[in-house]
């Protein structure tokens, strides 16, 4: 018993000293240079870009919270673009999912899209989604009151992006500054 528990004891300190772990990982030449980046997010929210030679950091990049449904995840587009997912579907009446599309313009990469869905799931007449091209400024955005005029900022800097300094409710960016779950 004891040769076990030290056996345990000893495959934890090697984990416990990496830090930060990896939640998901893709690949991805969205500055078309031939060479892929790799898009790493870790446990704690923090996006990480990376490609030979370099590495940068977004601290805070998605929503993380404590328990299941609320974890972010990484995917690939259809047209190849970096998907950030944040959500809320575990907990509470406030259930939301964002999705960032993440390109590389103007010789940087950007928030080159946003999707924002939320819902109550005690009251079925509560809902709204939006999804805005940022580099257009075209999108919709609709509750259940009908179809609403969106806000559409400019493509920020992927650099520049804080999931705990965007207004709560995050729907504010698209529903024309009403206040919505």
Known sequence: MR????????????ALAQGVELVTEVRADLDEDGVQETYTLRENGDLVVSEAGWERVV????????????QPSLGISVLGSVLLTSMN??????????TLTIAHRQGDW????????FYDPMDPDTWGHCDLNLLTGEGVAETNEGPLAPVAPSAPPLWNWRA?????????????GRVVP
């Open 164 to 176: 705990s300094e965007l207004p709560l409710p995050m729907g504010n960016i698209c529903f024309d």
């Open 59 to 70: 601290s805070d990049a998605a929503f993380v919270g404590p328990v299941a449904g609320q």
């Open 3 to 14: 040769a076990l528990s030290l056996l345990f004891i000893l495959l934890a300190v090697p």
């Open 110 to 117: 950007r928030i080159a899209g946003y999707n924002y869905d």
């Open 89 to 98: 579907e575990g907990l509470g009446r406030d259930r939301r999912s964002m």
